[in-house]
């Protein structure tokens, strides 16, 4: 489950924590001269798209990945950078016939402002009143070493169709597209897709190799081709690693973090203990109301025991009376009585194992599922829409916490030692009623035993 929630097949991963934007920096504004676009009848068209690191990320240098492969216990090691795609399209009134627009570029063909979500549009048109019409769309972009697959994001996806990246895709406009966003956004393998205003040749599509079918971005591309369309030459925004063995995940994380002591070490155990969402919610519910569910089950089915022995004493009374008055003891008739009842409560353990395994093979067969979702922070998200408030908002620090849906196949397991448990209540639960049970028959007075009789 937890491979599925992580979103990537590795066992550490190293970042920067997000710092604070520059003052008065808006990496995500468009800027819009007085020569972009193409203009008609005193409509401006406008098409741009620009690429820029995720606000929620902060970028390093990539020789912080030599560090890390000669750090001993380093199996392998790749890094990546988490870039969001802005595409503004739409069309804008001239200057004169709108004076001050309602857009994000800069420049003669608007002025500044907050454009709306994604996917939504300005209305009004370019009718002279001043309105506009345009929209403003975001996805997630990766760029990563298209050699590092054994590490890393794409090492815990399946291949939907075409193909994933290679070594010889490095400097290339070759794109890999997560499968779900492919199909919302009407793409294929062999298509074409715009990133930071570089057509990219699709070819192929990925799924998340988990129950979900979202993966860790909408879209992967070369990093070398990442960094260049994004300014951010020789730089990186997460490092995945994975350790020589599993046994040794927390020293390979202490000496990462020692090598590196501005960076963020995380490991699988640290992120499983920021899960949260529904299954986490129903797997502590569950737990809890199971076992007190148990406990009452099991004091209903001793008391019940109880109460089915005492009754048996009383249509006894006259074979105890009786034996009383040929000299039974009263330590023998509990011993006899309690036998009894540890007989029955052998037999009905047995009868209980075989319903209970039965019921077992029946559940493992059917095989029910639990559905539910878990967030936790890691590197990029499938987001496939815009973020709310659109570029000049603030609404893209979302895309830096990963969401995903799991389902999990709920199996009854059985073992010999819940089996040995089975019949040791059984036989306490005989003990206890044969024990109350022989108490009551030991009481019983021959001359009472008599009366009744007549």
Known sequence: MLQSVYGVGTDIT???????????ANPGQFAFGSGSGTTSGGTTTLNQSTLTITRTETVFDATALDTVKATSGVSAATGTLSL??????GQLPSQSQSGTGTGTGTGTEGGSGSAPAAGSAATGGADGAGGSSFDVNNFTVLGLDPSGASVGPLSAVTLASGRLLTAADVGTDNAV??????????LATGGTIDIGGTTFTIVGTVSSSG??????S????????AQTLSSNAGKISNIYVTAASSSSVDQVASALQTALPTATVSTQADLASTVSGSLSTASSL???????????VLAAAFLIAILFTISGVTRRTREFGTLKAVGWSNRRIVSQVAGESVVQGLI????????????????????????????????????????AGGPGGGGFGAAARAVASTTVTLQAPVTFSIILIAVGLAVLGGLLAGAIGGWRAARLRPAEALRSVG
């Open 286 to 296: 569950v737990s809890n109301l199971g076992t007190w569910l148990s406990v009452l």
């Open 348 to 387: 009905g353990g047995a009868i209980g194992i075989v319903v209970g395994l039965i019921g077992i093979i029946v559940v493992n067969i059917v095989a029910p599922t639990l559905s539910g979702s878990a967030s936790a922070t890691a590197a990029g998200t499938a987001s496939g829409g815009g973020a």
């Open 14 to 24: 190293i970042s920067q924590a997000a710092t604070a934007p520059t003052a008065g």
């Open 211 to 216: 129950s979900d079918s979202v993966t860790a």
């Open 218 to 225: 909408n879209v992967y591309i070369p990093l070398d081709v």
């Open 177 to 186: 597209l997560d499968s779900s966003y492919a199909t919302s956004a009407s």
């Open 84 to 89: 969001t795609n802005l595409t503004f399209n």
